[in-house]
């Protein structure tokens, strides 16, 4: 590139940057353009060309280099294109943009139209063209109709015929009858979107070029004037400059209004629709991969710029191209975030579209009113609520958006609303003095819609019907200097806008409470960047709705937010970033007017109250014009060059055009603020100058791709780049997949950390099930990157599918090293399960005859969250990449998969995610049929090895129970199917005492989850039967799940540890055993220590979220749970546990104390308070339907189930209250003993009344049976 063109220094502020011209070189003659992927079977005029950059001016600015590859293949995007004239020759506008490395943009706008080819050789190649392809058409409707007699009358040979037919009478070229058109572009190159402004100014120049009558001056003037002597307009001002024929109008949104968008919302909704834009909208604030599709460039770009506008606050940051030329078609393969448009081809669809990857993929056809989107797809927040609102803007602007005859019924119902507010807006129905559009009004109704397109076919302009007050004539004179449906379409994009962006405020409203502000000065912050957490997620989210959760969850983990809390941080330092300032600004508003924005839960759905306010702003912004530019006029140019002539672009003589004006004093006493914007853009450099090392590792550590994935690099296309653009995607998947599983593992182990504390055996969170749903996602784009062939829309499914096809020819099974010898699910006890087989490939059995997944994108992602929970998706991975010629025959050299260190290192990023356990499948798969293996292990030694009566057995968990089974007579083990039980809980297990040998000493039983491989262990160590123990014929029996390691996997693989109830009870504390006696007695203080420990655990459990909670069965029934703690309490000061050789229970003691409130509640004494009262006969109530109901539970079961029940219904303190009063204590129980103790027994009761704050719900297996 030349240097700095004199002028150029101004070019900040500048209206545009460059004037450049497109089109064919004749010199270079016809050349065809490879890159495009056109078919040389089309005709020479179907065909695509190569066009080149015939002219910029200037030639270079020093705020915006030029870029001449990128704005040649950005102009033409499919290259040249010929016509005839019998061809359409309309000329088209579209617009493009540029955005680079850092993220800054650059605007083009294009219009294209068709020029006489003057250029004999160019004529004659192309007549040379047609020869060849008429020939080898006829010698190939010759060589088919040769073959067979017969063909010719079938409907394809009529079909080519035909075609052949249409293709002489329509599309040919005769040199000698014909003439040659070809396309040529000229192009405004600006720092800002001013699309209306750039459109007209073209239309002008383009009228002037085909105009019978000479411009009034030569057109170097007119783009001399647009370069160097339009000023941009200043913030919150309009501007009037001057085109060819007519003057044009800009404005510029205000410092704290919302940022310019100069495209047409309006026609966003009339191509898509209101509920499309809703759903393409969601996708973009997730940062899924968005392709647009469709043959018009304008219509890419109008979409893709309108979707990231009303993203405000928030900024997509991930590879933005709208308009993807066809030579970079490669980059659909960046296994990254990305939001591209694609034109598409004359007269193709959506199945002949081939994509690397779409499992994370919404393609949206615009051409078609179409959006395809990826599966797992969570509703937008307050969605019903926004379309409402959104709704009764487009209808009052007169909009309907495809399908709208479809929905007719809400359609109407909107319009009655529309109609019930002029009604009850305290005017008495009277329209305001406004004009009124009366068609509005009457837009459902069909005549008026065929006699409006009527008038629209026939160029007619429909007059609005203006009612109320007249106006005046100095507003017919002045012209409001804009066309009403231009101003129509600012007001309608500005309301809009505002919808969303006070859709925002509400949501995020308290953001900055969450905000972890954990650095003291920008360095430091900058350097500990990836291993900060700067928002505080967890309690965010819990102050959430539960609808609005699977939508925030995965929002709160975009980059877009991200970048946003970050910029909110730096705010500290250095000044704040545009939006996030006009956002803050509308919170600080807020508050400022004591109006607290409503919480999103909020039933009501506030809607925007500054919409007629942000209307009328841009109406009186463009009503009266602030700056007026230079008038366009004669320049120091030698006179005869570049003749006038119709429908050419003459030669420009580019002398007068490389440089602009020596003095611009003009533009600093018509804009006072250019100087500072000068200044402030020159500080604004001179900090990032001083930053740069600091904000390069900020964005190289911070972002999670990097900054050099942002973008792809549009003006070079040599191999070597191509090759080091996809060395940056490996290095940026690898990046990824390290911060990803460093996030899991941090956070499953703060989780377990607490839990620990809890007595918890595990949680499942939202936000884990967010990043899990992440990982998925980014192992599909893995597998998706340098595919030779796609093959379904799972890369990964379709690699998994291979693989097990190839197994299945194979005369040998090929096993893992954990499959050869599956004894990591081995038990230590002398009786264990059978061993459960570990294979990749019966893994993907269990997915495939899942009948609830219907799709490849489904199974592979329930195959990944499997492997995770069985802690087997690096092993299974690696298995699945040894063999090396599949990998070979379905990637590309540079994929991914096919990087060696990189594929070592990301197989052991997902290693380190075993050191945590996940019930990612099972938790999410709640209605799946899974196998069940369960066995009972007695005490051998003690008793029988099997007992003679009939057993039954009961499996219950979160999700539910399995119900009653019978075990087969003789055996041990039993295998069943039922729903998913999810996490298992308790077992309740029992006989019919029948046979003789009935009484039956258990140790425990085991039970396997078959798919998972979850094994449980419930302990009993209790007999069953009568007159033996407390005489129980069942048991419920609590649950925790085992770990199993082998031998061989010590070393290899890190495990969870065993789980521990609760660790910070520092001392255990033994129950009675068989017998009834305690082997080792605690003392009050470790018992009284119990209780509070148990309680405690207790309220934490109901402080959690209701989804993130354990299992409360385990607080109350397990170890060292609240039955256990108050097991403790009774058997402290026990006397002896025999007399006269027979067993003494807890339950015993009750039901003497039952007997005597029952015989004191007949004889009734004066002195018993109501309260008390109440409790004797609650007890007694609870006692006797506890010993009446049908079930064969012994003593302890009985006294379980009573506490059970007196902590459910708030009952327990009083009762704890009425046995330490009962007479019958002091002969059962020792002087010394705890109840007998008046302040330790109240110090019980008032723990135990915190438990009456929560709503405690037992579990089925606990309450079954009893009436209560």
Same mark, same amino acid.
């Given at each position: 590139?030349?240097?700095?063109?004199?002028?150029?220094?101004?070019?900040?502020?500048?209206?545009?940057?460059?004037?450049?011209?497109?089109?064919?070189?004749?010199?270079?003659?016809?050349?065809?353009?490879?890159?495009?992927?056109?078919?040389?079977?089309?005709?020479?005029?179907?065909?695509?060309?190569?066009?080149?950059?015939?002219?910029?001016?200037?030639?270079?600015?020093?705020?915006?280099?030029? $870029?001449?590859?990128?704005?040649?293949?950005?102009?033409?995007?499919?290259?040249?294109?010929?016509?005839?004239?019998?061809?359409?020759?309309?000329?088209?506008?579209?617009?493009?943009?540029?955005?680079?490395?850092?993220?800054?943009?650059?605007?083009?706008?294009?219009?294209?139209?068709?020029? #006489?080819?003057?250029?004999?050789?160019?004529?004659?190649?192309?007549?040379?063209?047609?020869?060849?392809?008429?020939?080898?058409?006829?010698?190939?409707?010759?060589?088919?109709?040769?073959?067979?007699?017969?063909?010719?009358?079938?409907?394809?040979?009529?079909?080519?015929?035909?075609?052949?037919?249409?293709?002489?009478?329509?599309?040919?070229?005769?040199?000698?009858?014909?003439?040659?058109?070809?396309?040529?572009?000229?192009?405004?190159?600006?720092?800002?979107?001013?699309? %209306?402004?750039?459109?007209?100014?073209?239309? %002008?120049?383009?009228?002037?070029?085909?105009?019978?009558?000479?411009?009034?001056?030569?057109?170097?003037?007119?783009?001399?004037?647009?370069?160097?002597?339009?000023?941009?307009?200043?913030?919150?001002?309009?501007?009037?400059?001057?085109?060819?024929?007519?003057?044009?109008?800009?404005?510029?949104?205000?410092?704290?209004?919302?940022?310019?968008?100069?495209?047409?919302?309006?026609?966003?909704?009339?191509?898509?629709?209101?509920?499309?834009?809703?759903?393409?909208?969601?996708?973009?604030?997730?940062?899924?991969?968005?392709?647009?599709?469709?043959?018009?460039?304008?219509?890419?770009?109008?979409?893709?710029?309108?979707?990231?506008?009303?993203?405000?606050?928030?900024?997509?940051?991930?590879?933005?191209?709208?308009?993807?030329?066809?030579?970079?078609?490669?980059?659909?393969?960046?296994?990254?975030?990305?939001?591209?448009?694609?034109?598409?081809?004359?007269?193709?669809?959506?199945?002949?579209?081939?994509?690397?990857?779409?499992?994370?993929?919404?393609?949206?056809?615009?051409?078609?009113?179409?959006? #395809?989107?990826?599966?797992?797809?969570?509703?937008?927040?307050?969605?019903?609520?926004?379309?409402?609102?959104?709704?009764?803007?487009?209808?009052?602007?007169?909009?309907?958006?495809?399908?709208?005859?479809?929905?007719?019924?809400?359609?109407?119902?909107?319009?009655?609303?529309?109609?019930?507010?002029?009604?009850?807006?305290?005017?008495?129905?009277?329209?305001?003095?406004?004009?009124?559009?009366?068609?509005?009004?009457?837009?459902?109704?069909?005549?008026?819609?065929?006699?409006?397109?009527?008038?629209?076919?026939?160029?007619?302009?429909?007059?609005?019907?203006?009612?109320?007050?007249?106006?005046?004539?100095?507003?017919?004179?002045?012209?409001?200097?804009?066309?009403?449906?231009?101003?129509?379409?600012?007001?309608?994009?500005? %309301?809009?806008?505002?919808?969303?962006?006070?859709?925002?405020?509400?949501?995020?409203?308290?953001?900055?409470?969450?905000?972890?502000?954990?650095?003291?000065?920008?360095?430091?912050?900058?350097?500990?960047?990836?291993?900060?957490?700067?928002?505080?997620?967890?309690?965010?989210?819990?102050?959430?709705?539960?609808?609005?959760?699977?939508?925030?969850?995965?929002?709160?983990?975009?980059?877009?937010?991200?970048?946003?809390?970050?910029?909110?941080?730096?705010?500290?330092?250095? #000044?704040?970033?545009?939006?996030?300032?006009?956002?803050?600004?509308?919170?600080?508003?807020?508050?400022?007017?004591?109006?607290?924005?409503?919480?999103? /839960?909020?039933?009501?759905?506030?809607?925007?109250?500054?919409?007629?306010?942000?209307?009328?702003?841009? !109406?009186?912004?463009?009503?009266?014009?602030?700056?007026?530019?230079?008038?366009?006029?004669?320049?120091?140019?030698?006179?005869?060059?570049?003749?006038?002539?119709?429908?050419?672009?003459?030669?420009?003589?580019?002398?007068?055009?490389?440089?602009?004006?020596?003095?611009?004093?003009?533009?600093?006493?018509?804009?006072?603020?250019?100087?500072?914007?000068?200044?402030?853009?020159?500080?604004?450099?001179?900090?990032?100058?001083?930053?740069?090392?600091?904000?390069?590792?900020?964005?190289?550590?911070?972002?999670?791709?990097?900054?050099?994935?942002?973008?792809?690099?549009?003006?070079?296309?040599?191999?070597?780049?191509?090759?080091?653009?996809?060395?940056?995607?490996?290095?940026?998947?690898?990046?990824?997949?390290?911060?990803?599983?460093?996030?899991?593992?941090?956070?499953?182990?703060?989780?377990?950390?607490?839990?620990?504390?809890?007595?918890?055996?595990?949680?499942?969170?939202?936000?884990?099930?967010?990043?899990?749903?992440?990982?998925?996602?980014?192992?599909?784009?893995?597998?998706?990157?340098?595919?030779?062939?796609?093959?379904?829309?799972?890369?990964?499914?379709?690699?998994?599918?291979?693989?097990?096809?190839? !197994?299945?020819?194979?005369?040998?099974?090929?096993?893992?090293?954990?499959?050869?010898?599956?004894?990591?699910?081995?038990?230590?006890?002398?009786?264990?399960?059978?061993?459960?087989?570990?294979?990749?490939?019966?893994?993907?059995?269990?997915?495939?005859?899942?009948?609830?997944?219907?799709?490849?994108?489904?199974?592979?992602?329930? /195959?990944?969250?499997?492997?995770?929970?069985?802690?087997?998706?690096?092993?299974?991975?690696?298995?699945?990449?040894?063999?090396?010629?599949?990998?070979?025959?379905?990637?590309?050299?540079?994929?991914?998969?096919?990087?060696?260190?990189?594929?070592?290192?990301?197989?052991?990023?997902?290693?380190?995610?075993?050191?945590?356990?996940?019930?990612?499948?099972?938790?999410?798969?709640?209605?799946?049929?899974?196998?069940?293996?369960?066995?009972?292990?007695?005490?051998?030694?003690?008793?029988?090895?099997?007992?003679?009566?009939?057993?039954?057995?009961?499996?219950?968990?979160?999700?539910?129970?399995?119900?009653?089974?019978?075990?087969?007579?003789?055996?041990?083990?039993?295998?069943?199917?039922?729903?998913?039980?999810?996490?298992?809980?308790?077992?309740?297990?029992?006989?019919?005492?029948?046979?003789?040998?009935?009484?039956?000493?258990?140790?425990?039983?085991?039970?396997?989850?078959?798919?998972?491989?979850?094994?449980?262990?419930?302990?009993?160590?209790? /007999?069953?039967?009568?007159?033996?123990?407390?005489?129980?014929?069942?048991?419920?029996?609590?649950?925790?799940?085992?770990?199993?390691?082998?031998?061989?996997?010590?070393?290899?693989?890190?495990?969870?540890?065993?789980?521990?109830?609760?660790?910070?009870?520092?001392?255990?504390?033994?129950?009675?055993?068989?017998?009834?006696?305690?082997?080792?007695?605690?003392?009050?203080?470790?018992?009284?220590?119990?209780?509070? #420990?148990?309680?405690?655990?207790?309220?934490?459990?109901?402080?959690?979220?209701?989804?993130?909670?354990?299992?409360?069965?385990?607080?109350?029934?397990?170890?060292?749970?609240?039955?256990?703690?108050?097991?403790?309490?009774?058997?402290?000061?026990?006397?002896?546990?025999?007399?006269?050789?027979?067993?003494?229970?807890? /339950?015993?003691?009750?039901?003497?104390?039952?007997?005597?409130?029952?015989?004191?509640?007949?004889?009734?004494?004066?002195?018993?308070?109501?309260?008390?009262?109440?409790?004797?006969?609650?007890?007694?109530?609870?006692?006797?339907?506890?010993?009446?109901?049908?079930?064969?539970?012994?003593?302890?079961?009985?006294?379980?189930?009573?506490?059970?029940?007196?902590?459910? $219904?708030?009952?327990?303190?009083?009762?704890?209250?009425?046995?330490?009063?009962?007479?019958?204590?002091?002969?059962?129980?020792?002087?010394?003993?705890?109840?007998?103790?008046?302040?330790?027994?109240?110090?019980?009761?008032?723990?135990?009344?915190?438990?009456?704050?929560?709503?405690?719900?037992?579990?089925?297996?606990?309450?079954?049976?009893?009436?209560?």
């Amino acid at each position: 590139m030349s240097g700095t063109a004199p002028g150029a220094s101004s070019a900040p502020c500048r209206f545009a940057h460059y004037f450049v011209i497109c089109g064919i070189e004749p010199d270079s003659g016809l050349e065809a353009d490879e890159l495009t992927g056109e078919n040389f079977d089309q005709s020479p005029l179907r065909r695509n060309f190569k066009s080149k950059v015939l002219a910029h001016y200037p030639q270079n600015v020093e705020w915006n280099p030029f $870029d001449q590859d990128a704005v040649n293949m950005l102009c033409m995007p499919k290259g040249l294109s010929f016509r005839t004239q019998a061809d359409n020759r309309d000329p088209q506008f579209h617009s493009f943009i540029i955005t680079r490395e850092d993220g800054s943009r650059t605007y083009g706008f294009v219009l294209t139209f068709y020029e #006489e080819v003057t250029c004999k050789q160019i004529c004659t190649a192309m007549q040379t063209l047609y020869q060849m392809h008429n020939a080898e058409q006829y010698s190939s409707v010759c060589a088919s109709s040769s073959c067979s007699m017969d063909s010719l009358a079938s409907s394809s040979d009529e079909g080519d015929a035909t075609s052949l037919s249409k293709l002489h009478r329509y599309d040919t070229y005769d040199i000698s009858k014909d003439t040659l058109y070809v396309s040529k572009s000229i192009c405004l190159i600006t720092p800002l979107p001013f699309t %209306q402004a750039c459109k007209r100014y073209l239309t %002008q120049f383009y009228t002037a070029i085909t105009s019978q009558q000479p411009p009034p001056l030569p057109l170097e003037s007119y783009i001399y004037n647009i370069l160097y002597e339009v000023p941009l307009p200043p913030p919150g001002r309009s501007l009037k400059f001057y085109g060819v024929y007519d003057s044009i109008i800009c404005q510029r949104p205000g410092p704290h209004e919302l940022p310019l968008l100069d495209f047409s919302l309006r026609e966003l909704f009339e191509q898509l629709g209101l509920d499309h834009i809703i759903q393409l909208f969601t996708c973009v604030l997730l940062e899924m991969q968005i392709l647009l599709y469709s043959q018009d460039c304008q219509r890419l770009m109008t979409v893709a710029d309108c979707i990231t506008a009303l993203l405000f606050p928030f900024q997509w940051q991930h590879v933005y191209v709208p308009i993807l030329p066809a030579s970079l078609i490669h980059f659909l393969d960046a296994p990254v975030p990305y939001l591209m448009g694609l034109q598409s081809k004359e007269g193709t669809d959506r199945s002949k579209l081939e994509l690397p990857q779409e499992a994370n993929l919404c393609f949206v056809d615009i051409d078609n009113h179409f959006i #395809e989107l990826p599966e797992d797809f969570p509703q937008f927040p307050n969605q019903l609520g926004l379309v409402r609102e959104i709704a009764e803007v487009l209808l009052e602007f007169g909009i309907s958006s495809p399908g709208s005859q479809r929905d007719s019924e809400n359609s109407t119902k909107l319009k009655n609303l529309v109609l019930d507010e002029l009604v009850n807006d305290k005017k008495n129905g009277n329209i305001p003095s406004n004009t009124i559009n009366m068609f509005e009004l009457l837009k459902g109704n069909e005549t008026i819609a065929r006699l409006q397109a009527l008038a629209k076919r026939t160029g007619v302009v429909v007059e609005t019907m203006e009612i109320g007050s007249p106006t005046v004539n100095d507003e017919k004179d002045s012209k409001l200097w804009f066309r009403k449906e231009e101003m129509q379409d600012y007001k309608l994009n500005v %309301q809009i806008r505002e919808i969303f962006a006070n859709h925002f405020t509400v949501m995020f409203a308290e953001y900055e409470s969450f905000i972890i502000h954990s650095a003291h000065d920008l360095e430091s912050w900058l350097t500990n960047r990836e291993q900060m957490q700067n928002f505080d997620k967890a309690s965010f989210l819990s102050d959430q709705p539960e609808p609005y959760l699977p939508f925030l969850s995965h929002f709160i983990e975009t980059q877009m937010f991200a970048t946003f809390i970050d910029n909110k941080i730096m705010s500290q330092w250095e #000044e704040k970033d545009p939006l996030l300032k006009v956002f803050d600004s509308r919170l600080e508003k807020m508050r400022l007017y004591n109006v607290r924005a409503p919480s999103l /839960w909020s039933p009501l759905y506030q809607k925007c109250s500054i919409l007629k306010e942000s209307a009328q702003a841009v !109406e009186q912004r463009l009503a009266k014009i602030d700056h007026t530019a230079i008038h366009p006029h004669l320049l120091d140019m030698k006179i005869g060059q570049g003749k006038y002539e119709q429908g050419f672009l003459p030669k420009l003589q580019s002398d007068v055009l490389s440089s602009g004006p020596t003095n611009n004093n003009r533009w600093a006493s018509r804009n006072s603020t250019t100087q500072r914007r000068k200044d402030r853009v020159r500080q604004h450099s001179e900090h990032l100058g001083l930053d740069s090392d600091l904000r390069e590792k900020y964005m190289q550590e911070a972002r999670s791709l990097g900054k050099n994935l942002r973008q792809p690099k549009l003006s070079d296309l040599s191999p070597a780049v191509i090759a080091q653009t996809n060395w940056k995607f490996v290095e940026g998947l690898l990046k990824e997949c390290r911060m990803k599983t460093k996030r899991m593992l941090v956070d499953k182990m703060g989780n377990e950390a607490v839990e620990l504390g809890h007595g918890e055996v595990n949680i499942t969170g939202l936000e884990e099930n967010t990043l899990i749903a992440s990982l998925c996602d980014l192992l599909e784009r893995i597998w998706s990157h340098g595919l030779q062939v796609k093959q379904g829309k799972s890369a990964l499914w379709s690699h998994l599918h291979q693989y097990q096809e190839w !197994e299945k020819k194979q005369e040998q099974i090929i096993e893992s090293p954990v499959a050869a010898g599956a004894e990591r699910r081995r038990s230590d006890t002398a009786m264990s399960l059978p061993l459960l087989r570990v294979s990749l490939v019966q893994d993907m059995r269990h997915i495939q005859n899942m009948s609830e997944i219907k799709t490849d994108v489904g199974r592979a992602r329930a /195959w990944i969250r499997l492997s995770l929970e069985k802690k087997l998706l690096s092993q299974h991975l690696k298995q699945l990449l040894c063999y090396q010629g599949l990998t070979k025959k379905l990637y590309k050299r540079y994929a991914f998969l096919r990087c060696e260190d990189e594929k070592e290192q990301f197989l052991f990023h997902l290693l380190s995610l075993n050191a945590v356990d996940y019930f990612c499948f099972t938790n999410v798969f709640t209605t799946i049929i899974i196998p069940y293996r369960s066995m009972i292990i007695p005490i051998k030694k003690l008793s029988n090895a099997i007992t003679t009566s009939n057993l039954w057995i009961c499996v219950s968990g979160e999700l539910g129970d399995s119900g009653v089974m019978q075990i087969p007579k003789n055996s041990l083990e039993m295998t069943f199917e039922c729903q998913n039980l999810g996490k298992l809980t308790t077992v309740q297990i029992g006989h019919d005492n029948s046979g003789l040998l009935a009484n039956w000493l258990v140790d425990c039983v085991m039970v396997r989850n078959e798919i998972t491989g979850h094994t449980y262990r419930f302990p009993c160590g209790r /007999w069953l039967g009568k007159g033996v123990d407390d005489g129980s014929l069942e048991r419920i029996l609590i649950g925790e799940l085992l770990t199993f390691v082998s031998e061989d996997d010590l070393g290899k693989q890190s495990r969870t540890p065993p789980q521990q109830k609760s660790p910070t009870m520092t001392r255990r504390l033994s129950l009675p055993s068989l017998g009834g006696k305690s082997l080792t007695k605690p003392n009050a203080g470790q018992i009284q220590e119990g209780i509070g #420990e148990a309680v405690n655990n207790i309220v934490k459990h109901f402080h959690k979220p209701e989804k993130e909670r354990g299992n409360l069965t385990v607080l109350l029934c397990g170890e060292y749970g609240l039955v256990s703690a108050l097991e403790q309490v009774f058997h402290h000061g026990f006397k002896s546990s025999r007399i006269f050789q027979k067993n003494i229970f807890i /339950w015993d003691f009750i039901e003497s104390a039952v007997a005597y409130f029952e015989t004191t509640d007949q004889i009734g004494t004066e002195g018993d308070s109501l309260l008390r009262l109440s409790a004797y006969k609650t007890l007694c109530h609870y006692v006797n339907a506890i010993n009446t109901a049908p079930r064969n539970i012994g003593k302890d079961g009985k006294f379980q189930l009573l506490v059970c029940l007196g902590t459910r $219904d708030r009952l327990l303190p009083q009762w704890i209250s009425a046995l330490a009063e009962c007479p019958t204590i002091t002969r059962m129980y020792e002087e010394t003993a705890l109840l007998r103790d008046h302040i330790v027994a109240n110090s019980l009761i008032r723990v135990l009344q915190i438990l009456e704050e929560f709503n405690i719900t037992l579990e089925s297996s606990l309450a079954k049976g009893i009436g209560i």
